[in-house]
């Protein structure tokens, strides 16, 4: 069995963790929970996922369940210890980012310049945009188990953190 997960299997196979589903419950709850935020997951690859993840025996459709549109999966005994086993990985992991903007730095001879400045300034308008709508969708869901309330922490601590660094640049 290949042992490579990438981060979106990851997330439906944590998902199927927590109890059997189908592919549009899946999107339904990676939705709500505003995973799309910081998982580059669409509805298409979600079944995509699954059918790779059954074909890899990770996981199966439940028995008994009706296997037409909305087929219900859930794990294997081997894709349980590969999401513990994985999980815990992701824990530790220290990815580091590589966002964009900073190509953008890298290629600006004078961030100085009228248009420099205002193409910052739209990106901390955007920065804070994106900030509220965090806090509104968190707002919605509370009370929030504690997954999710450090998910939400680490979004707005980054969110927080980009909007500080582009008002410094604005500034210096």
Do not use: C
């Not at 992991?93 to 009228?114: E, F, K, M, W």
Request: charged share 30%.
């Amino acid at each position: 069995m290949n042992d490579e997960t990438t981060d979106g299997e990851l997330l439906v196979l944590g998902l199927l963790a927590e109890q059997p589903r189908h592919g549009y419950e899946l999107d339904r709850v990676i939705d709500e929970r505003g995973m799309r935020a910081w998982a580059s997951l669409g509805f298409s690859s979600i079944y995509y996922l699954l059918t790779k993840l059954d074909r890899r025996g990770l996981i199966r459709p439940v028995p008994g369940e009706p296997h037409g549109r909305r087929t219900v999966y859930e794990l294997t005994e081997s894709g349980a210890r590969l999401v513990a086993e994985r999980t815990l990985d992701a824990l530790e992991a220290r990815t580091p980012p590589h966002p964009r903007v900073l190509i953008g730095v890298a290629n600006t001879a004078d961030l100085r310049s009228d248009l420099a400045q205002a193409r910052l300034r739209a990106r901390a308008a955007g920065l804070r945009a994106t900030r509220d709508v965090m806090q509104t969708r968190r707002a919605a869901q509370e009370p929030l188990p504690p997954q999710a309330r450090a998910i939400f922490d680490y979004g707005e601590t980054m969110l927080a953190a980009e909007l500080d660094w582009t008002e410094r640049l604005l500034t210096d």
